[in-house]
T-cell receptor, first 110, second 114 residues
Framework: GQQLNQSPQSMFIQEGEDVSMNCTSS?????WLWYKQDPGEGPVLLIA?????ELTSNGRLTAQFGITRKDSFLNISASIPSDVGIYFC??????????FGPGTRLSVLP | NAGVTQTPKFQVLKTGQSMTLQCAQD?????MYWYRQDPGMGLRLIYY???????DKGEVPNGYNVSRLNKREFSLRLESAAPSQTSVYFC?????????????FGSGTRLTVV
């Protein structure tokens, strides 16, 4: 079935550092979604991308829809402790359902 | 705003027991979903309901049943729990036709089957 891969699986960074993560698909997508999950909570939508090459920001977060339409990237600038969590990418599977990547777990060290 | 509410938050079952996970949304969304989350595997779709009165299987439906009770409520039932069903379960909803704007998730039910 459809699979998404996320890299890296986990990362430990110092507060203030920038973060980069990516998501790749075996198929072409027309939408990419990025979610963040805080510990003990459900995922919350951060950014949605709808067009190849699109670059969209949400505060310190910036996401890009890859030109090949098989990948997407999420960057976080000047990380802070509340950035800790799991970041998921998601793309349309069929109809109105989405497939989620396995997530990138981010830890921020003070 | 309550959004998506799931109950219970935690549950421990013995193998073979049954239980129903409840989910309700107050956003007038047409579509509702049940996902399970396991370490390193992301979120996998169990069942979904595109609209009131319809339900369909997702990626991992075996061992589960669902009921779309009305527009607000979508329940997930485990008839005979197995240790492999130990997981965190998330309910989500979306407005039909605007699914590309994403889902709204509940805060999850952490289920342990012993």
């Amino acid at each position: 079935g459809q699979q998404l891969n996320q890299s890296p699986q986990s990362m430990f960074i110092q507060e203030g550092e920038d973060v980069s993560m990516n998501c790749t698909s075996s198929s072409i997508f027309n939408t990419w979604l990025w979610y963040k999950q805080d510990p003990g909570e459900g995922p919350v939508l951060l950014i949605a991308l709808y067009k190849a090459g699109e670059l969209t920001s949400n505060g310190r977060l910036t996401a890009q829809f890859g030109i090949t339409r098989k990948d997407s990237f999420l960057n976080i600038s000047a990380s802070i402790p509340s950035d800790v969590g799991i970041y998921f990418c998601a793309g349309p599977l069929y109809g109105q359902n989405f497939v989620f990547g396995p997530g990138t777990r981010l830890s921020v060290l003070p | 705003n309550a959004g998506v509410t799931q109950t219970p938050k935690f549950q421990v079952l013995k193998t073979g027991q049954s239980m129903t996970l409840q989910c309700a949304q107050d956003m007038n969304h047409n579509s509702m979903y049940w996902y399970r989350q396991d370490p390193g595997m992301g979120l996998r779709l169990i069942y979904y309901s595109a609209s009131e009165g319809t339900t369909d299987k997702g990626e991992v439906p075996n061992g589960y049943n669902v009921s779309r009770l009305n527009k607000r409520e979508f329940s997930l039932r485990l008839e005979s729990a197995a240790p492999s069903q130990t997981s965190v379960y998330f309910c989500a909803s979306s407005r039909s036709g605007q699914v590309n704007y994403g889902y709204t998730f509940g805060s999850g039910t952490r289920l342990t089957v012993v």
